[in-house]
Every structure is written in C-alpha cells, then in structure tokens.
C-alpha cells in the first residue's frame, strides 16, 4: 500500500508544481498588460486579446521554471532526470515512421474536431485563445516546439515511468492518457489528447526514448496549427478522405514500429 501512496504522491507533486507556475505566469502576464495598458484607451476586450496572444509564452516559461525544478529535484535524490526519461537515439527509419503516424493521427483529429467542435461550447472559448496565441511567432514556436517537449518529459518521462513502478503497464498507459487528457481542461480536448496520450505512451515503449513521443508530439502540433485547419476547411464535403488516409497512415505507421520492437526484442532474446 505505500509504494502506492509515494507513486500518487509523486505524480501529485510533479502536477501540482506546474498547475501552481501556470498561474503564477498568467497572473504575472495580466498584471504586466494591465499595468502597461493602465493610461490607454483599450477596453477590456483588447486587453485580453493582448493577453491571449502572451498565452503560450507565459506558458513556455512557466514549464521551462518547472522543468528546472525537477531536475533539482532528482539531482536532490540522486537521480538523473534524463537517463529516467530515456533520451537516447530513435533511428531515422523509426523517426520517419513516427512522423507518419502523427500526421496520420493528426488528420484523423482535425476531421473529427472539425465536425463536432459546434456540440462542445467549452470548446469554442479555448480555440479562439489557442488561435490569438499563436498569432506570433514567438507563440507558434512555444506551441509547436517547446511545450510538447515539456509535457513529454512531464507526462511520459515521470508520469507514466512513476505509474510503470507500480501499476500494470495496460493501467499505467489509460491512467497517464486520463490525466494528460483532463489536464487541457475541456472535454473535446481532452477526448482527442486522452487517445494520443495512449499513442504517445506506447510509442515511448515500442522504441524506449523519449524522442519517440517528443517527436510525435511535435508532428502532431505543427499539422494541426498550420496544416490541416486549411485542408480541412478546402476540401470542404471531401474532408472525409483525410480522415480515412489519416487512419490508413496511422495504422501502417503503428504496425512498422511494432514490428521493430518485436524484432528488438527476439534479436534481444536469442543474443
């Protein structure tokens, strides 16, 4: 029972660190704009548009303080962060295959969003913020690049790894796809991330690197941001065909890294 009770509260501290530094950002962006703007004509509106457009860098500097925090944390128990994450090589061949299933899953996303995203209203206030943060550079480079990487090594690199200690790796893989999915905060969000969350995690352990889903991950958040809104909305009625590429290409990608982990792993075997 306590090896249960020290992995909760882990996970809990690893959570609860950055919940606490995402708002501690935010609060300090709003006070930051507020106190800019304090003398001008904008109204409250054009404010929080301003503060939208800060979104994602707030939140790339609250992961990267977060971040930092954890390696002292590790470093306080004598442990290596990155080793614990895996952050070895991933083979060219496997990288373009990870590439593929991404963009598969991906498309399958963008179709389905696209189609439902009018029956959850939770989600048409979080995709006008999505869209104002990355109406910058700055801001596309945060989403795209530095954020993925902060929650592969937050969700898969200690999440997941701490419920691998201890739980059943079928239990392990659902519960840090559930948590990786609630923590976006809204329902539709939360339903497509809980099942790439589950691909992700699987890709960590198919090719046992943290590259793998970082890889993925940052695939996954280039073609939704600036791929695939477009072709879905040009094809109009034809959209349906991303979707069925879209699994076509995921399963074809998931199949081939399979089968180099079960090759891994007989080669390993008959050594």
């Known amino acids: 029972m306590k090896k249960y009770f020290v992995m909760t509260g882990n996970i809990l501290m690893y959570i609860l660190i950055y919940f606490v530094l995402q708002i501690l950002a935010g609060f300090a962006t ?5 106190i800019k703007y304090f003398n001008s004509n904008i109204d409250k509106e054009q404010l929080q548009l301003i503060i939208n457009r800060s979104l994602y860098i707030s939140v790339t500097i609250s992961a990267l303080i977060t971040l930092l925090i954890y390696v002292l944390l590790f470093k306080n128990k004598e442990e290596n962060i990155w080793k ?12 373009l295959l990870v590439i593929l299933t991404s963009t598969g899953a991906v498309s399958v996303t963008a179709f389905l ?3 439902f995203q009018n029956k959850f209203e939770s989600y048409k206030t979080v995709s006008k913020s ?6 910058t550079i700055a801001g596309l480079i945060c989403v795209i690049i530095f954020i993925p990487i902060f929650e592969e090594i937050l969700f898969r690199g200690l999440i997941f790894i701490e419920l691998k200690k201890t739980a059943n790796i079928v239990i392990s893989i659902i519960l840090q796809a559930l948590i990786f999915g609630v923590f976006h905060g809204n329902l539709l969000q939360g339903i497509y991330t809980f099942a790439l969350g589950i691909i992700l995690s699987i890709l960590y352990i198919w090719l046992d690197s943290i590259w793998a889903p970082i890889i993925c991950h940052i695939t996954y958040n280039l073609m939704g941001t600036l791929v695939f809104p ?3 909305y040009v094809s109009g009625k034809y959209s ?9 290409t995921l399963l074809y990608g998931l199949f081939n890294i399979k089968k180099f982990y079960s090759d891994a792993n007989n080669n390993y075997i008959n050594m």
């Open 240 to 248: 349906f065909v991303y979707a069925i590429l879209g699994l076509v």
């Open 84 to 95: 614990r994450c895996k952050f070895k090589a991933v083979s060219f061949n496997n990288a």
């Open 30 to 34: 709003m006070t930051y704009y507020a």
């Open 130 to 135: 999505m869209s104002y943060g990355v109406n």
């Open 113 to 115: 969003v696209n189609h």
């Open 230 to 232: 477009i072709l879905i």
